[in-house]
């Protein structure tokens, strides 16, 4: 069964940069549109970032010019470079394909907070 694996959250200050991981397994990682969604506490997920398998990108209004997602195919993971980090930013980044077609894996807590 394929899985992700998300890592690299953590607490940071306003104005902070983060990068985040995300893993998953399974040999057809390269065909996928994968995406970076989050959730906030109270609030639905949301897809903030999504880039294709040749590397075509789109962002959320309220993280672009902020946030990079980027992917190496060779090794099964997608990227998620935060940087101008905003309390508003805080909540729990979840990868997924573009269409959620993937198990849910546990997520990474971004807070930003000083």
């Known amino acids: 069964q394929v899985q992700t694996v998300e890592s690299g959250g953590g607490l940071v200050q306003p104005g902070g940069s983060l990068r985040l991981s995300c893993v998953v397994s399974?040999?057809?990682?390269?065909?996928?549109?994968m995406g970076w969604y989050r959730q906030a506490p109270g609030k639905q997920r949301d897809l903030v970032a999504r880039?294709?398998?040749?590397?075509?990108?789109n962002y959320a209004n309220s993280v672009k010019g902020r946030f990079t997602i980027s992917r190496d195919n060779a090794k099964n993971t997608v990227y998620l470079q935060m940087n101008s980090l905003t309390p508003d930013d805080t909540a729990v980044y979840y990868c997924n394909t573009a269409g959620s077609d993937l198990p849910w894996g546990q997520g990474t807590q971004v807070t930003v907070s000083s």
């Open positions: 399974g040999s057809i990682f390269r065909l996928y549109v």
């Open positions: 880039i294709t398998s040749g590397g075509l990108t």
